[in-house]
DNA sequence: ATACTCGGACCCTCAATCCC
DNA sequence: GGATTGAGGGTCCGAGTATA
């Protein structure tokens, strides 16, 4: 199919020369309840029906979490099983040969092209960093916008996987989406009838070009965080210029992009994971990582029922 | 409060079919 | 031959229930 799965590639995009291992837990984050495509925009920007985000699935569940239903994940013993004292139980389930010879009907004719409106809405998926010429063309922004999400470095670096490795002393190229504009809806556009949603006027997006390509890395050959949080107020210290806020200063702090789940006894359930696997393997890798110890892209994301 | 169960929504894969 | 479709079969969310 079209659809270029991540997964697809994962285990192509290891090169020859291991980088260093690192320490850091392999597993992605699985109870962090924000999927990867959740953008921790402000309360104000987000639109009353918000994309719904894809939930990414393990190619193949361990047979525990295949019976309890539960998310497993690709490393072997998976975390729930580290979590359930029972690793040495965690093998891949049997997946049944797919059936062959099924007659299918005709297929409904195909209209030429552009085939899903999703397709163009979803940003997440839009690897392309340019800015379209009808974009610039038709200058900054619209008319009558109230005020502009503040542009700073990306909230996303990090959380995608570099397309590209890059040779040694350039930079990777990472599939992050563009990064929009979007102006605050600031008042609903129908008045909604009592237990009834109000309806706003849909959002007006302006993409926008990314003004560094990827987070600066502390040392060579570190790991790239999933995410990293939104850069202090004021010059920026590897000497480039400010990105200008247009309008009102943020009247609050973005939250920290994944929340720690609600603290056990103890510490909170993946800290308790974490600990009990690194007792178990400290080498212990998760095999979708890349060479540079990154996440294919989507791997983390995923609770996705609409509400 | 936490663990367990499981219905069913959602997702992925890939053979069948379409079309250039 | 490559692109597209869509069904088979899988994963796992989340609500309900059980247990400590």
């Known amino acids: ?75 072997r013993p998976c975390l729930r099983c580290v979590k359930y004292g029972i690793a040495e139980e965690c093998t891949d389930s049997q997946r049944k040969e797919r059936q062959k010879g099924v007659k299918r009907g005709p297929y409904k004719k195909r209209d030429g092209k552009a085939n899903n409106v999703e397709q163009q809405l979803d940003v997440s998926v839009q690897p392309a960093v340019s800015v379209p010429a009808a974009a610039l063309a038709a200058g900054a922004a619209p008319p009558g916008i109230p005020y502009m999400h503040p542009l700073g470095y990306s909230p996303f670096f990090g959380q995608y996987p570099a397309l590209t490795a890059g040779k040694p002393g350039e930079a990777p190229t990472y599939a992050f989406p563009q990064y929009y504009f979007a102006p605050i809806p600031m008042h609903p556009q129908v008045a909604g009838q009592e237990g009834e949603q109000v309806a706003y006027p849909p959002p007006n997006l302006i993409p926008a070009t990314f003004v560094t390509p990827y987070a600066q890395q502390p040392y060579a050959g570190a790991p790239m965080p999933y995410m990293v949080p939104m850069p202090p107020a004021g010059p920026r210290s590897d000497g480039q210029p400010q990105i200008p806020v247009v309008g009102p200063p943020m009247p609050y702090a973005y939250p920290p992009p994944y929340a720690k789940p609600q603290s056990r006894e103890g510490g909170s359930e993946i800290q308790q994971v974490q600990q009990v696997q690194q007792m178990v393997d400290p080498n212990r890798r998760d095999p979708r990582m890349d060479a540079y110890g990154r996440m294919p892209e989507g791997i983390a994301s995923g609770h996705g029922k609409p509400a």
């Open 1 to 75: 199919m079209a659809d270029s799965n991540a997964d697809n590639e994962e285990h192509n995009s290891q090169s020859p020369a291991e980088p260093p291992q690192t320490s850091m837990t392999m597993h992605p984050l699985p109870y962090s309840g924000v999927p990867m495509h959740m953008y921790p925009f402000p309360p104000g920007l987000i639109s009353p029906q918000p994309p719904r985000t894809k939930r990414r699935q393990v190619k193949n569940a361990c047979t525990n979490c295949q019976k309890a239903c539960k998310k497993c994940d690709d490393a």
